[in-house]
């Protein structure tokens, strides 16, 4: 076939291996998604009906990338057949079709992290339990998720002997309670979490045999996209829907699994899924298609450090490239210039884009000292990672409305829009309601059904009773004719009634401004929507279900609850900008130029890992994910001392450093003391105290004090020409051009001139480092 032509040997051969179980492990840059989509493709060729293959991915952009190659490829009427979606989504969809097994509408909702906190903190203070130590909400929310993640009910928790003792021990015992009370609302809101998605899912194939049958005669062949990531219930299940047939091709990298805080568990790439496949056949992609020669051996060397792997050679035949360059900096402030400085250089002398650009950090606490010094530099900048679209407050006000009108017994979507605009319920009206309905167990959109037969119960008044009516009759109004009006018509019409964009009107800011603009922003997502055709096979092939001919506003909602953070990375801002983000939000990117900061024991590889080898493993395997994100150059940063929790602390170079190896390594030409120290060609390796470091290799130690003082005399160098400015100069600047001198405040060093440039009009600028000329 054509299309094969395009690819190397390894790949394939991947790809013609259609029957029995087949795993690639696929190296950093190898071609992994080409091989999936290639063998998707491959498989419609050779005769497989497309919705007879399920393909899971971790993204719902991935997917849709992959659909659109597929579709080049042999055609998206084929495509679009294909069961291509997150593990998530595609639960979803089967667990809608069997809703009624489980005890649940088909209309469910889905929660977001937002909404479970927000139940969970609720459940807390009705149980009157200290939500501030003991009993925190997002630690309430995450050991729920990895029980979930684990299939471990609340009444299997009850059970299990062991975790009530560790309870009682460390005196959480009433967590099970919290646990079973939500569950419990979930289920009266009509609603599951994410992590319900999948444990719901594995009780559907446990508890009804026929329903798995189903789908495993419908799934004739299995794909899963990223599989070192998969945790227990996702891993079941895929196995569970390959049992029958045996087809199924898993494509991952033990070297890039880096999510176990997630719940993902290695072992499923390295031992289970070929201890429950064992006929399986294997294939390694290690040619290198992304990074230069140095950054490949570099990224060899670190994962080589780790023992629990599944040994792999990666290779590239790009050029050489240049070493991976080490600045050793005083602090976290000096670090951040010296990064800077360099980014100028690139775009100076290199031509590159401030696009082509990304910093790495291990937590988000450090973009704040890169964002106050790009800032001063003028270097346009991201935070990836940021809030997202629709988790902004006047998007979710308005997905608040459509998720009510979809599902009327979401209590935490009707909580947040029963007076939000004002309507003049106040709180305490509320609050009475919300304990009446609680107290009662009956749904709160069932109380507001019958206000005012309850209106003496509820000590509110006719005026309250008047406006709670309207608002219950308009959204029984919309719910009534939910599949009977286009998606974009009645999201106009629930806007409209909901009043939020003439509330925002109503207090003319700034703020507001950019609320009307992202809530009309929203409307076009949605008309985008409705032009997009339904292109899943269950809509159309194998099930027969009559839909309306247009896009309804429950399929937007279904979307929408699906989105994750990686779907939403990309900006509307197209502007050239340096990205900033965590290493984990990285995965899956590349850039040309890539600077890794932070490399310091103690953060990373982070001071929680010190605890187990396992733990280190994965903070090395993050290292690794880092390092193989660059395509042309890499450079390392790490501080001798760093601002945490309220107070500077003292840090020695990660031992990441020293596993690499010593012909791909520069210490840059700031750095004093470049003499080799032992015979294996290291470098010294500034460090930060009055001693030597031995890394995780015995065969070097490695050596530190002089470099740094280097450095430090490096960044006292301050700029003095400036010192003597006085108001009046005319001067000129390299970016700004002719200006003059307003007035200069301040003692040296830390005065500042305020100029006005002929061009950009007045800037205050710090003279130590602004590089004005006097003209005059």
């Known amino acids: 076939m054509d299309f094969l032509k395009d690819l190397n040997e390894t790949q394939r051969q991947s790809v013609e291996y259609i029957h029995g179980p087949v795993m690639v492990i696929a190296g950093a840059g190898s071609g992994k998604t080409r091989v999936l989509t290639y063998k998707i493709a491959y498989l419609i060729q050779n005769g497989w009906k497309p919705y007879n293959i399920l393909a899971l991915t971790f993204t719902n952009k991935a997917a849709g990338e992959m659909k659109e190659r597929i579709g080049h490829l042999v055609g998206p009427q084929y495509a679009h057949q294909v069961w291509m979606g997150t593990f998530h989504s595609v639960f979803a969809k089967i667990l809608r ?141 895929v196995k569970q829907l390959a049992l029958q047939h045996k087809n199924i091709c898993v494509v991952g990298d033990d070297a890039q699994s880096i999510y176990s805080f997630r719940g993902a568990d290695i072992n ?308 050239p900008k340096v990205v900033l983000m965590t290493i984990h939000l990285s995965k899956g990117l590349e850039f040309p130029y890539v600077f890794v900061v932070g490399m310091e024991d103690g953060l990373f590889p982070s001071i929680r890992s010190a605890f187990s080898e396992g733990d280190v493993e994965e903070e090395r395997r993050l290292f690794y994910v880092a390092v193989t994100r660059a395509k042309k150059k890499v450079c390392l940063s790490y501080a001798q001392k760093r601002f945490i929790n309220g107070r500077s602390s003292y840090s020695s170079p990660s031992r990441f450093i020293n596993e690499l190896p010593p012909t791909c390594l520069n210490i840059k030409s700031s750095m004093a003391d470049r003499r080799q120290f032992f015979s294996d060609g290291y470098n010294d390796i500034p460090s930060y105290q009055e001693k030597t470091i031995k890394s995780d290799s015995p065969r070097r130690w490695v050596s530190i004090q002089q470099a740094v003082k280097s450095n430090m005399a490096e960044s006292s160098n301050f700029s003095v020409q400036n010192k003597d400015l006085q108001k009046g100069n005319v001067v000129y600047h390299d970016k700004f051009g002719r200006g003059t001198v307003l007035d200069v405040v301040g003692k040296w060093p830390d005065s500042k001139a305020i100029v006005y440039f002929d061009d950009h009009g007045q800037k205050v600028l710090l003279l130590k480092f602004a590089k004005l000329e006097k003209v005059e």
Not at 150 to 163: D, G
């Open 268 to 575: 499923n790439i390295i031992t289970n899924f070929r201890r429950d496949f064992p006929n399986h056949q294997l294939f390694k992609l290690e040619e290198n298609y992304r990074s230069t020669q140095y950054i490949v051996e570099a990224s060899n060397f670190i994962i080589k450090n780790n023992k629990n792997q599944i040994p792999k050679e990666v290779y590239t035949n790009n050029s050489r490239g240049e070493p991976i360059d080490l600045y050793g900096c005083v602090d976290e402030n000096h670090e951040a210039e010296i990064v800077a400085k360099e980014i100028l250089n690139l775009v100076k002398n290199n031509h590159a884009s401030y696009s082509d650009i990304s910093i790495l950090y291990r937590t988000n606490a450090q973009s704040r000292t890169f964002e106050e010094v790009f800032r001063k530099y003028h270097i346009p900048y991201k935070i990836y990672g940021g809030m997202s679209f629709y988790q902004r407050k006047e998007i979710k006000d308005v997905l608040a409305y459509f998720r009510v009108v979809v599902n009327p017994k979401d209590e935490e979507a009707l909580t947040r829009i029963i007076n939000f605009p004002s309507r003049g319920i106040g709180d305490t009206s509320i609050e009475k309601m919300i304990n009446y309905a609680y107290d009662n167990q009956i749904s709160l959109f069932e109380l507001m059904q019958n206000v005012r037969l309850l209106q003496n119960d509820l000590n509110i008044s006719n005026k309250q009773v008047n406006v709670i009516e309207n608002f219950i009759t308009n959204i029984i109004g919309f719910n009534n004719i939910l599949y009977e009006t286009s998606v974009e018509d009645i999201a106009k019409e629930i806007l409209n009634f909901s009043g939020i964009i003439k509330h925002y009107e109503s207090s003319p800011s700034e703020e507001n401004r950019d609320r009307i603009l992202n809530i009309k922003e929203l409307v076009n997502a949605i008309e985008q929507f409705a032009k997009t055709k339904r292109t899943l096979p269950e809509e159309s092939v194998q099930f027969n279900n009559e839909l309306p001919p247009f896009r309804t506003l429950e399929e937007f909602m279904r979307e929408v609850s699906l989105l994750t953070s990686q779907d939403e990375r990309e900006e509307m801002d197209v502007a």
């Open 97 to 237: 079709r069997e809703a009624d097994k489980i005890s649940y509408n088909s209309n469910f909702t889905i929660y977001d992290t937002e909404d479970s906190k927000k139940i969970i903190t609720d459940i807390i203070r009705r149980m009157n339990l200290d939500e501030k130590n003991t009993y925190k909400p997002g630690w309430v929310s995450s050991r729920i998720s990895e029980l979930k993640n684990k299939l471990i009910s609340p009444s299997r928790y009850e059970m299990t002997q062991h975790l009530i003792s560790n309870d009682r021990n460390r005196n959480i015992e009433y967590f099970v309670d919290i646990y079973k009370a939500y569950q419990k609302q979930l289920y009266k809101n009509g609603a599951m979490d994410f992590d319900d998605l999948l444990y719901y899912t594995n009780v559907l194939f446990r508890d009804f045999p026929e329903v798995l049958r189903k789908y495993q005669d419908l799934f004739k062949y299995v794909l899963v996209d990223e599989f070192q990531d998969t945790n227990f219930a996702q891993y079941l299940a």
